[in-house]
């Protein structure tokens, strides 16, 4: 059933019972059973000689985790006054699969729009958020991801190769911060730092998006020591849950 989910997560449009049964390989019979109780829990819903599309119990379990999620409690007051205070969008991000999903922004008054909204996933090895992720992951994820994606890899500063890609990711994991240019959206430039549960273990990362311009070291050093700081303040919550 959850194949079935991701088939149509991934689809354009509705995906009829045909295109599912040639792509998952079903019997028709064990294909209509799952279709009924995932369409009988809300999961899917049939258009009519369209096909399947996600159900209405996605849109609900979203407004769920909106109300409950520990992480999103306690990044959420600290967000609001990041956007507003430095000019830009904070971004709070969790590892999803092989890529990274934005949970929720936070905007300030400013005139770009960031390409990095709720809901929408990307790859690990492009922006600040995503990297300073990525640079927490196991070698073996490491060495995975690298090989599967090594010219993106190479092309977003990473390294060419694995010895030069664990180089950087060490850098960045030991500094705790990372800092990247219109690597997602054009113009901006993005400063993130990890969230790390109690075992060390990334939990995802809190980032300020704000528009590339004449900075002083002085100052990328205070943006960075504030987007640590709030993210040190957001692992003491959640500790505290």
Known sequence: MLRILDLIEDSAGPVSTDAMLEQLV?????????LKILTETGLITSLPDAGFTLGPRIAELDYKMRQRDPLLAASQSLMVELAQSEQGVALLCRRYRDRVLCIHQERGKVAFRSNYTRGLARPLFRGAASRIILAHLNAATINRLQAEFSQQ???CGLGATQPEVRATLSRIRRAGWDITEAQVTPGVMGVAAPLLDLRGDILGSLSLTIPVRERGEGEIRRL?????????VVRTAIAQE
């Open 26 to 34: 079903f019997t028709r019979s064990t294909l209509y059973r799952y």
């Open 153 to 155: 890899f190479a092309d």
């Open 224 to 232: 960075v020591e504030r987007v640590r700081f709030c993210a040190a």
